[in-house]
């Protein structure tokens, strides 16, 4: 907390964070974890996502409380003059993952510059709602954990042909099971 995590996430508060970001940032932070304090994969830590959230959230707050002349301020509330927007699916904008977390957290995106304005109740909303979000996260995870445990296993039946595994329909080979599986999925496919 001292001193990786601040290096990693320097300047996060203005990052326009896709999934894959917070992906490849979680899959960093459970390794550190997992290698300082011995972590196994299974214990509950903190995600990433909701740190990065509390970060960019309070950070929009200490900008909106600013007075008009800072740059930060200008920028932040500022708009292009010229130009258009790209045909096509379109970059992430600060505003938009602003208003992504902000529609997370059950804050109504009309109304947080008034509650941003009294810095302590800001900071208390932003600690509940994103330790809100997270538990949520966390019920949604188990809740799709137990639903695929639930589901009944694939009935794939292996043919072996002198002890290796062997494609019924084309007779290519196979060393390992998955890479069968796969295949006589494939071949599932192609016949519906």
Known sequence: MAIVLPNL???SETWCVYRHH???LDRFHLKCLRK???IKWSDRVRNTEAYLMRRQLRWCGHVSRMVEERIAKRIFYSELEDGKRKHGGQLLRFKD???RHMKRCNIEPSEWEGLA???PEWRRLIQKRVSDFEEQRKV??????DELKSRQPAAIQYHYDQGVLTCPK?????TAK???????????????
């Open 9 to 11: 996430l320097y300047s």
């Open 22 to 24: 917070i992906r490849t």
């Open 36 to 38: 300082i304090l011995n």
């Open 97 to 99: 993952v602003q208003t």
């Open 117 to 119: 304005a009294q810095r």
């Open 140 to 145: 949604d995870l188990d809740i799709k954990r």
């Open 170 to 174: 084309c007779a290519r080979k196979f």
């Open 178 to 192: 998955i890479g069968y599986i796969s295949h006589f999925r494939a071949h599932e496919r192609r016949t519906d």
